[in-house]
């Protein structure tokens, strides 16, 4: 079984630009979650889709947005960069009512100039 | 508001011997939680987890306790190895299924050899 894999592992942008990462979920898995780690923080819940339709957000603006494919693959979308938003995003795929837990992916390391 | 605390940023633990990472939560509403260990350039990977209705879960080396009353939760692994050097992450969420996991900022664990 295939695992979570993002792209791209490395980005520099700068403030004011738009961002789109990507992630392919793991077979099987039918929920896209995707976290924010800040240097030296845990990772922070920015929102999770389920059936191509956003089931929770947490505590992000709205210029962070996201999609799920049909294929369960997501893209995450940042749109008017701060340098606030350097950071590390994973994504982790699931199974809605699983209790293992999510697969993360290795993340995209962002940095903003 | 950090709902979920690691008060210890690292841990140094002398290979055979008992490592023990503790965390804290101060929301009542967390009826499950999850240990995450983390290595450099890789995603968080599960590591155990413990529903609120039971108070130590074990798997092989690894066992966590929780103790309700006092929010609190432990990671014991014994004996300890140097490939468990890693970041350690405590994470509450509400039901078993996988929502918005609130994580905790981490513990860095150092195995000697």
């Known amino acids: 079984e295939t695992g979570v894999t993002q792209s791209p592992t490395h980005l520099i942008k700068t403030r004011g630009q738009q961002v789109t990462l990507r992630c392919s979920s793991q077979?099987?898995?039918?929920?896209v979650s995707w976290y924010q780690q800040a240097l030296g923080q845990g990772p922070q819940f920015i929102f999770q889709y389920y059936r191509e339709e956003e089931n929770g957000r947490g505590n992000f603006p709205p210029r962070f947005s996201g999609l799920q494919f049909p294929n369960y693959s997501s893209e995450l979308n940042v749109n008017a960069l701060e340098l606030d938003d350097s950071a590390l995003y994973l994504c982790?795929?699931?199974?809605?009512?699983?209790?293992?837990?999510?697969?993360f992916g290795s993340g995209t390391r962002l940095t903003v100039v | 508001d950090q709902q979920v605390k690691q008060n210890s940023p690292s841990l140094s633990v002398q290979e055979g011997r008992i490592s023990i990472l503790n965390c804290d939560y101060t929301n009542s509403m967390f009826d499950y939680f999850l240990w995450y260990k983390k290595y450099p350039a890789e995603g968080p990977t599960f590591l155990i987890s413990i529903s609120s209705i039971k108070d130590k879960n074990e798997d092989g080396r690894f066992t966590v306790f929780l103790n309700k009353s006092a929010k609190h939760l432990s990671l014991h692994i014994v004996p300890s190895q140097p490939g468990d050097s890693a970041v350690y992450f405590c994470a509450a969420t509400r039901g078993e299924g996988t929502y918005k996991y609130i994580f905790g900022t981490g513990t860095r664990l150092k195995v000697l050899a």
């Open positions: 077979s099987g898995h039918n929920t």
């Open positions: 982790a795929s699931s199974n809605l009512q699983g209790a293992d837990g999510y697969t």
